[in-house]
């Protein structure tokens, strides 16, 4: 159990374009999903915390009208990248917590976003 | 200062050997801690949580030392398979009740036969 996806696991597109990811957890509602980067050899950041039914809250330096996030039902987030430019290329990996579960998180396989 | 600081290596170790890695934060109430194993171009897999007391799966012991606000990764006999990016990641108090994880950079371990 606890499986989370990630659709697409990779992308290319133009600059200027809008690209949306989506994180579902499979098995299980999750009240609570997350969303985070990864530049190369650089640590996961913690973008954006999204819960069901409100608004999702950003982190400091986080443009949410760039990087808008839904999270509609209890097993959806999608994450839109909006007027991607190349150096918003990156890994993007969103995780969900089960309700009631107050630590571990489940982590998607991770969407590669290339903004050419 | 970052929130959670990590040697980010390489560690190239020879198979068989013991390695360790240390892991430290700034926040002094900081509520949870875990490590996560991290392999190229995939998502971070939970290796372990860390208990105050300390504990041990198999060959990975963990550590935490409230006093000094570090914890610790040991890895007894080293595989070839162990070859990963390992990221220690906390659950400060200043989360609430997102309790949202802070990772460290990762520390890369490759594993020589």
């Known amino acids: 159990g606890a499986v989370v996806s990630q659709h697409p696991s990779w992308v290319i597109c133009k600059s200027g374009t809008s690209v949306k990811i989506e994180c579902r957890s499979l098995d299980f509602q999750a009240t609570t999903m997350f969303w985070y980067r990864q530049f190369p050899k650089q640590s996961l950041m913690l973008m954006a915390t999204?819960?069901?039914?409100?608004?999702?809250?950003?982190e400091q330096g986080v443009e949410k009208d760039k990087f808008l996030i839904n999270h509609a039902s209890l097993t959806l987030s999608t994450l839109t990248v909006t007027s991607a430019h190349p150096e918003d290329s990156s890994f993007y990996i969103c995780?969900?917590?089960?309700?009631?579960?107050?630590?571990?998180?489940?982590f998607g396989p991770g969407t590669r976003l290339t903004v050419l | 200062r970052k929130e959670v600081e990590q040697d980010p290596g390489p560690f190239n170790v020879p198979e068989g050997a013991t390695v360790a890695f240390n892991c430290t934060y700034s926040?002094?109430?900081?509520?949870?801690f875990f490590w996560y194993r991290q392999d190229c171009r995939k998502e971070p897999k939970l290796l372990m949580s860390?208990?105050?007391s300390g504990n041990e799966d198999g060959r990975f012991t963990a550590q935490l030392n409230r006093a000094s606000q570090y914890i610790s990764l040991l890895i007894r006999d080293s595989k070839l398979s162990d070859s990963a990016t390992y990221l220690c990641a906390v659950i400060p108090i200043s989360s609430g009740s997102a309790r949202q994880l802070t990772f460290g950079s990762g520390t890369q371990l490759t594993v020589l036969p």
């Open positions: 926040n002094s109430a900081s509520q949870s």
């Open positions: 995780s969900a917590r089960r309700l009631g579960d107050m630590n571990e998180q489940f």
């Open positions: 860390v208990y105050s």
């Open positions: 999204s819960n069901e039914g409100s608004k999702a809250t950003y």
